[in-house]
């Protein structure tokens, strides 16, 4: 009974991250389209103001702050793992220094 709980709890973050993961990739996409959209439809009607640049500015702080809360600095290498190993390489060049 156990292993099912444990493997259902399991079933349920692996879906939750899958789904996360999917749900950045779309809005990638959507950005892809709207970019284009907008600089051809600013350029078009008002093209003495370029405001197609907040566009593209806005979408790139947002699907910068998707990219962070989805995947975090985990995937910069800065992981607990990577903190566990730069204490023990600092402490091995102290010993040594000694």
């Known amino acids: 009974?156990?292993?099912n709980l444990l493997n259902s709890e399991s079933y349920i973050k692996a879906k939750k991250r899958t789904t996360?993961?999917?749900s950045?990739?779309?809005?990638v996409i959507v950005y892809l389209f709207l970019i284009p959209v907008m600089t051809f439809i600013n350029l078009k009607f008002t093209?003495?103001?370029?405001?197609?640049?907040?566009?593209?500015a806005i979408a790139v702080i947002s699907l910068l702050s998707h990219w962070f809360i989805i995947?975090?600095?985990k995937q910069l290498g800065f992981s607990k793992k990577w903190e566990q190993k730069k204490i023990n390489e600092y402490m091995k060049k102290q010993?040594?220094?000694s």
């Open 1 to 3: 009974m156990k292993t």
């Open 20 to 22: 996360d993961i999917k």
């Open 24 to 27: 950045f990739y779309t809005h």
């Open 47 to 56: 093209p003495e103001v370029q405001w197609f640049w907040f566009v593209i």
């Open 71 to 73: 995947f975090g600095l």
């Open 95 to 97: 010993n040594y220094k």
